[in-house]
């Protein structure tokens, strides 16, 4: 082969420069032109795909309001949490690295992995809800794509199981689901907001664009409790409940001026901070949703339809002898021993089930009925909570003589523990009636008058006289304050009538006698040994009302006088 000449090496260099040189050229001109198509031609479409990849429109959390005592203390917060959410698409591009996010998240690989391949068609998943910034920022250091966090609130309870019936609790997107939490939701629950932001291929926010609707935070409530007056009737309940290994136990207290409740306690209770404890049998607000036959706790209430049917007085004479009383074909031997002929403020303080029954048994069914129906007792109290009972009071067209005289010391009717206490609460208020409310007030509401001023002021110190050292109930007593109230022990209904065996202990009263300023009821159901209500409530009564008043600051009504005596004289009853 001949040989190139120098010449024509030349000239081959200058061509293939020359080919080089203009494949350069048409491709800078290819470059140059793609260029300007997408920067001018197809500028719209390219702007949108990096707005699909990078600009994300995420909601703005709004804060839950605060739930607090009537002096302000805390009751329920909400604290900022983090939540980890993902696009399925991108990180799905890191599958190999689902293992470590599982066990950041303490989580099973294969349900993580499932829920990721399984949600392609969506740009967002939770992956965990609610975890503390330390825990989410740790889980963001991995670095996994599409992974980043958005901010939540979680609710706190600070008094755990102290508050935990009445409060209620939210669910995991903090929305009210029982209780307070639930009846004030639309107030306490804000509008969440909502705002475009620039994200990096990590998912990570790092630019806000645009604020498209601001979050509206919740409204804080100021209820009606007293947080001193919850512990000390949270503490006084569950070491009677745990003394005497009852089934469970509720206490009321109201101010009986305003109708507002100061405490409201179960047991067994549970704590809304432990999710694990939610359910319905542990949560449910025993003072408004269970009802019971009262026994001889309802006792003043039929006296006080008594007195106002202008048919007796404190001191009319009630003939209980021989100790028992037979009622259409039914004997009731309730009374301890034969109190032969007393007073009617003797009935009251010896809880005379056959006096009682004697004083119905006088009367029209429809006075009796009016009276208790005034009292509340039938119908809901007005308080607004979730799940409350009505109770059971009759239609007196369908009474029968001898439920009409079970009536008078607590059987065939049904009560709430808070209806009870209600009915207490006018008789303390001098007769008025007032709605029970949940929430702190700055002036009493307006009240119904249900019997009159002197029936009211009857009763009071007829109950007092329950309280004395010859009354059943002086285990309520409060050293240096007068009270009243009433002791009550109903046998449970079963199958084929009531048990022997099973129990429902009562007290229900209030102090100072004189100017009453709180109303308390207290209900241990099915306590173990002692089960009348003179040894299990009574003495629970007396301990919330002793602490109560000294937090309160209330000054001594008690006078250092005699023990009260009851004249046993005036009207007859044949």
Do not use: C
């Not at 429109?57 to 605060?66: D, F, K, L, N, Q």
């Not at 939490?181 to 639309?186: C, G, P, S, V």
């Not at 475009?196 to 990590?202: G, K």
Request: no cysteine.
């Amino acid at each position: 082969m001949r040989k190139a000449s120098p010449s024509q090496q030349v000239d081959r260099v200058r061509w293939r420069g020359a080919v080089l040189l203009g494949l350069f050229a048409l491709g800078a001109a290819a470059l140059e032109s793609r260029i300007l198509y997408l920067q001018l031609i197809n500028k719209e479409f390219l702007a949108a795909q990096a707005n699909d990849r990078h600009l994300r429109m995420v909601e703005i959390s709004a804060h839950r309001g605060s739930l607090t005592d009537r002096d302000g203390e805390p009751l329920a917060v909400s604290t900022p949490v983090d939540t980890i959410v993902a696009n399925p698409r991108e990180l799905n591009d890191a599958l190999d690295r689902i293992g470590e996010l599982a066990d950041a998240t303490g989580q099973d690989e294969d349900s993580l992995a499932r829920k990721v391949t399984s949600n392609l068609g969506r740009e967002f998943v939770y992956l965990q809800r609610q975890l503390s910034p330390a825990k989410a920022e740790q889980i963001m250091a991995l670095g996994l794509p599409g992974v980043s966090t958005m901010r939540e609130y979680h609710r706190y309870y600070p008094a755990g199981e102290v508050v935990g019936h009445l409060l209620g609790f939210t669910d995991v997107d903090d929305r009210g689901q029982e209780g307070l939490e639930a009846e004030y939701d639309q107030w306490l629950r804000g509008e969440n907001g909502s705002k475009r932001v620039l994200q990096d291929r990590l998912g990570r926010v790092i630019g806000e664009v645009e604020l498209i609707a601001e979050a509206r935070p919740g409204r804080d409530l100021r209820s009606s409790i007293d947080l001193r007056l919850q512990y000390l009737a949270y503490r006084e309940l569950k070491a009677m409940v745990t003394d005497t290994r009852a089934r469970s136990g509720t206490a009321v207290v109201l101010d009986p001026s305003t109708g507002e409740v100061l405490a409201m306690v179960n047991q067994p209770s549970y704590n809304p901070n432990d999710r694990s404890q939610l359910a319905p049998e542990r949560y449910r607000n025993r003072a408004i949703t269970d009802i019971y036959e009262p026994g001889s706790s309802f006792k003043p209430l039929v006296m006080a339809a008594a007195i106002e049917s202008g048919g007796f007085k404190p001191t009319t004479i009630v003939d209980t002898s021989p100790g028992f009383l037979t009622v259409s074909g039914r004997i009731i031997t309730t009374d301890e021993t034969n109190l032969g002929k007393i007073p009617l403020t003797t009935v009251l303080a010896r809880s005379s089930d056959v006096g009682a029954a004697r004083v119905a048994l006088t009367m029209e069914p429809q006075e009796i009925w009016r009276v208790l129906a005034g009292f509340g007792i039938g119908r809901l109290t007005d308080s607004g909570y979730p799940g409350e009972s009505a109770g059971r009071l009759n239609d007196p067209q369908h009474w029968r003589q001898i439920g009409q005289a079970t009536l008078a010391y607590g059987y065939g009717v049904a009560v709430t523990p808070l209806q009870l206490a209600r009915a207490y609460s006018a008789i303390a208020a001098d007769g008025m009636l007032r709605p029970v409310s949940m929430l702190a007030l700055d002036k009493p509401p307006p009240g119904t008058r249900v019997i009159s001023s002197s029936t009211a002021r009857a009763l009071t110190q007829m109950m007092e006289a329950v309280v004395s050292p010859a009354g059943t109930g002086k285990r309520a007593a409060v050293r240096n304050y007068r009270v009243a109230g009433k002791t009550g022990t109903a046998q449970k209904a079963v199958v084929g009538g009531h048990s022997d065996e099973r129990h429902t202990a009562f007290f229900a009263g209030f102090a100072p006698a004189s100017h009453p300023r709180l109303v308390v009821v207290v209900v241990i159901d099915e306590p173990q040994g002692a089960y009348y209500g003179a040894d299990v409530a009574a003495p629970v009564f007396s301990n919330i009302v002793t602490g109560a008043l000294r937090v309160l600051a209330v000054p001594p009504d008690a006078l250092p006088a005699a023990p009260l005596t009851v004249v046993a004289q005036a009207q007859v009853l044949p």
